[in-house]
C-alpha cells in the first residue's frame, strides 16, 4: 500500500510555456500533499503544502504564481510551472502520507528541463 | 538556518563493513525521524523511522540511535553491501509544522567490493 504515482516522469519543454505535473496517491487518500524542488547533487526543498479544498502554503522565496498549485481531490494534486525559464529546470517529486504514522511516501520525480 | 545537519558528505566503505551517517536537529518540535534512501533519478524511499520516544529501532540491516538530549540522531548499515550504494537522507518532521518533512543535506554512500 501507500503508493505515490508522479506524471510525467520526464518533460521537455519550451522556455515561455507551462508544464503541469501531477501526483497521485492510488490506494490511498491524502488530504495533504507535499511538492519538493531537487536540483542536482543537493537535497531536497520543500517548496509548498498542497491542501484538498484549499489554497496551497507556500515556502518562504517560491514564488506562488509561478508554481501554481491544485489539490482538486483526495488522490491527486498538481503542480503547474508557469512560463518555464531554464533556470526552472529540475528534479520535481511529490509526496503524501496514508497516515501520519506510517510516514511519507514520495513519487518516483519529474525531471523537467526547459530548453 | 538549516534545521537538520548531516555528516558526513559522502563515505565510502568496503563490502561487509558498516556505514554510519550522523545526524542533528535544533527544532525540539520534531518528533518524527524518517531515514530516506534516493537512487539517482528516483524519488526518495523511506527505510526506517523513529519517534522520540525510543532510543533506537532496528530494521533488518538498518539501526537508528536516537539521543533527545543531545538531538542527535544515527543510522547504521550493518554487512553493507554494494546495492547500499545511494544517497542517504535523514529528515524530521513535527505534527505542529503540518508533518512537513524537512531533509537534511545527504551522504553520498559507495560501498566497494
Known amino acids: 500500500g501507500a503508493v505515490v504515482s508522479q506524471h510525467p516522469s520526464r518533460v521537455i519543454c519550451k522556455s515561455g510555456t507551462s508544464v503541469k505535473i501531477e501526483c497521485r496517491s492510488l490506494?490511498?487518500?491524502?488530504?495533504?500533499m507535499f511538492w519538493y524542488r531537487q536540483f542536482p547533487k543537493q537535497s531536497l526543498m520543500l517548496m509548498a503544502t498542497?491542501?484538498?479544498?484549499?489554497?496551497?502554503?507556500?515556502e518562504q522565496g517560491v514564488e506562488k504564481d509561478k508554481f501554481l498549485i491544485n489539490h482538486a481531490s483526495l488522490t491527486l494534486s498538481t503542480l503547474t510551472v508557469t512560463s518555464a525559464h531554464p533556470e526552472d529546470s529540475s528534479f520535481y517529486i511529490c509526496?503524501?502520507?496514508?497516515?501520519?504514522?506510517?510516514?511519507?511516501?514520495f513519487g518516483s520525480g519529474t525531471r523537467l528541463t526547459v530548453v | 538556518q538549516q534545521q537538520v545537519k548531516q555528516s558526513p558528505q559522502s563515505l565510502i566503505v568496503q563490502k561487509g563493513g558498516i556505514s554510519i551517517i550522523n545526524c542533528a536537529y535544533e527544532?525540539?518540535?520534531?518528533?518524527?525521524f524518517p531515514w530516506y534512501q534516493q537512487f539517482p533519478g528516483k524519488g526518495p524511499a523511506l527505510l526506517i523511522a523513529?519517534?522520540?520516544?525510543?532510543s533506537e529501532k532496528k530494521e533488518g540491516r538498518f539501526t537508528i540511535s536516537f539521543n533527545k538530549s543531545a538531538k542527535q540522531f544515527s543510522l547504521h548499515i550493518m554487512d553493507s553491501q554494494p546495492g547500499d550504494s545511494a544517497t542517504y537522507f535523514c529528515?524530521?518532521?513535527?505534527?505542529?509544522?503540518?508533518?512537513?518533512?524537512?531533509f537534511g543535506p545527504g551522504t553520498s554512500l559507495s560501498v566497494i567490493p
Open positions: 509526496s503524501a502520507s496514508m497516515d501520519r504514522a506510517y510516514g511519507y511516501t
Open positions: 490506494d490511498f487518500q491524502a488530504t495533504t
Open positions: 498542497s491542501n484538498e479544498g484549499s489554497k496551497a502554503t507556500y
Open positions: 527544532n525540539t518540535a520534531f518528533d518524527y
Open positions: 523513529i519517534r522520540p520516544d525510543v
Open positions: 529528515a524530521a518532521s513535527s505534527k505542529t509544522s503540518y508533518d512537513k518533512v524537512i
